[in-house]
């Protein structure tokens, strides 16, 4: 079963509004932790948000907000006030346990198109 | 902030030859190294996890012995594709553990480097 599924392949979204990136996961692990990352045409990886399983509040940063539902097992992306740096694929990604050494799984990534 | 830097950033090679790809981390040191893989359109996926001064995790079916990895020292790992074939053609990017405590965002990536075998 995938551990970290994006149903999302392609999204759009009007300069200066907000979209919504979708992402589910599985896991048995009470301890995990959610990434999602940023990937432009350049191919650098770009980490943008963290939300730990145990964290009660949503994370955020800046004009990135998580909205994480632990009981349905997601953790969408909210960009707010989209620009057209945007546009690039975003990865979500779960990292299983309190260890630091242990590794990421990404999902499939979901392509973002900001239209001017 | 923690950078890693990969050298080279693109390589073209022939078919037969061997590649090797460096990844550095800049201003810390990492324990932790991990090599991925990225074919075009595609997610990361995970090929090995190389510790310091030990021999390196290879994930289910990445072949140890045409992915060479090396992690000498706490700044450096090296990938070397062996033997290289055009399916070995792809954007393989490291990461690097960054051990500072209160961070949970502790890997780094690389820039990544495109390999493309003729």
């Known amino acids: 079963a995938q551990k970290i599924t994006q149903t999302q392949p392609g999204m759009f979204v009007q300069e200066k509004e907000a979209v919504t990136l979708d992402c589910t996961y599985d896991?048995?692990?009470?301890?995990?932790?959610l990434f999602w990352y940023k990937q432009p045409s350049s191919g650098e990886m770009i980490f943008l948000i963290y939300?730990?399983?145990?964290?009660?509040q949503n994370a955020t940063e800046g004009r990135y907000s998580l909205n994480f539902q632990k009981a349905r097992k997601s953790a969408n992306l909210v960009i707010s006030a989209s620009q057209l740096g945007d546009s690039a694929m975003y990865f979500c990604?779960?990292?299983?346990?309190?260890?630091?050494?242990?590794?990421?799984?990404f999902g499939g990534g979901t392509r973002l198109m900001v239209k001017p | 902030g923690a950078v890693v830097s990969q050298h080279p950033s693109w390589v073209i090679c022939k078919s037969g030859t061997s590649v090797k790809i460096e990844c550095r981390s800049l201003?810390?040191?990492?324990?932790?190294m991990f090599w991925y893989r990225q074919f075009p359109k595609q997610s990361l996926m995970l090929m090995a996890t190389?510790?310091?001064?030990?021999?390196?995790?290879?994930e289910q079916g990445v072949e140890k012995d045409k992915f060479l990895i090396n992690h000498a020292s706490l700044t450096l790992s090296t990938l070397t594709v062996t033997s290289a074939h055009p399916e070995d053609s792809s954007f393989y990017i490291c990461?690097?553990?960054?051990?500072?405590?209160?961070?949970?965002?502790?890997?780094?990536f690389g820039p990544g480097t495109r390999l493309t075998v003729t």
């Open positions: 990461s690097a553990r960054v051990a500072l405590a209160g961070v949970p965002h502790e890997q780094y």
């Open positions: 896991t048995s692990d009470p301890s995990y932790g």
């Open positions: 939300q730990g399983s145990y964290d009660q």
């Open positions: 990604a779960m990292r299983e346990g309190n260890n630091a050494g242990n590794m990421l799984t």
């Open positions: 201003d810390f040191q990492a324990t932790t």
């Open positions: 190389s510790n310091e001064g030990s021999k390196a995790t290879y």
